[in-house]
Nanobody, 120 residues
Framework: QVQLVESGGGLVQLGGSPRLSCAAS????????MAWFRQIPGKEREFVAG???????SYAESVKGRFIISRDSTKNMVYLQMNGLRPEDTAVYYC??????????????WGQGTQVTVSS
C-alpha cells in the first residue's frame, strides 16, 4: 500500500505560480512512478505530469513549458510547480503512484486531491 497526501493549491490569481506537494509513504519511494492528474466536474480525470524513479519527466501538452514536476527521494516527496496559471487549469489535482508503469491503469494509489482555482 502507498499513502499519498497532497498539499498546496487553493485560490490562485491568473498567471500565478503555486506549488503542489505530495508526501508518499508505505512503499520504497524509488520504486514508484509518480504523477499528477487533474479533474474538472463532469469530465474524466486527465494526466498532467509524471516522473519516473530516475527523474525523467513527462507532461501533458496543455501544461508543457508551464508546469514542472520533480521528486525528492530523500523526503519521499513529489512536487508540481505550476506557472502561468490559466482559467482552464482550475481543477482538483490528484497525486498518484504506480509500482508497475505509466499506463493509466497502473496508477492505483491516489491522494485525496487538492483544489486549485484560478481567479481572474
Amino acid at each position: 500500500q502507498v499513502q499519498l497526501v497532497e498539499s498546496g493549491g487553493g485560490l490562485v490569481q491568473l498567471g500565478g505560480s503555486p506549488r503542489l506537494s505530495c508526501a508518499a509513504s508505505g512503499r520504497p519511494f524509488r520504486s514508484l512512478v509518480m504523477a499528477w492528474f487533474r479533474q474538472i466536474p463532469g469530465k474524466e480525470r486527465e494526466f498532467v505530469a509524471g516522473i519516473s524513479w530516475s527523474e525523467v519527466p513527462s507532461y501533458a501538452e496543455s501544461v508543457k513549458g508551464r508546469f514542472i514536476i520533480s521528486r525528492d527521494s530523500t523526503k519521499n516527496m513529489v512536487y508540481l510547480q505550476m506557472n502561468g496559471l490559466r482559467p482552464e487549469d482550475t481543477a482538483v489535482y490528484y497525486c498518484a503512484a504506480s509500482a508497475d508503469g505509466w499506463n493509466l491503469d497502473d496508477f492505483i494509489y491516489w491522494g485525496q486531491g487538492t483544489q486549485v482555482t484560478v481567479s481572474s
